[in-house]
């Protein structure tokens, strides 16, 4: 038990001092630029300049994860298209499996629906966010 307590407060300790021992930016130079319509924003070749990592804004990020998320959703649902019309096709005329594979199949497809609708609505939130504030 006094162990866990001093693990809790070890953690709770290292989570609240490391941030103030992080390498920051030197504040000397500037880093962001400023959009049509007034906002600050980052600079993404002066902040990938000064630190050595790369170019892509956040967002790019963001929607890359999203867009590689929904990908291999999209090849899942095909392959279990796949699979039920081939469970469909391999029933040899039993009802029972004819009807487990039919429902997969209305389930997948439903599923592929669900996926492009959802890839559809990310786009539309993400040009909908450039638009808005004139980040890119």
Known sequence: F???IFAAYFFFLLMTVLPH???AADSTTTTSATTEKGYNIIDADKVSSATGLG???PTETIGSIIGIFL???GILAVVLIIYAGYTWMTSAGNAEKAKKAKDQLQAAFIGLLIIIAS???ALWVF???EKSTGFK
């Open 2 to 4: 006094p162990v866990t």
């Open 21 to 23: 021992f992080s390498y």
């Open 55 to 57: 170019k892509t804004t």
């Open 71 to 73: 990908n291999i959703l």
């Open 119 to 121: 890839y559809g609505i």
């Open 127 to 129: 040009s909908a966010l």
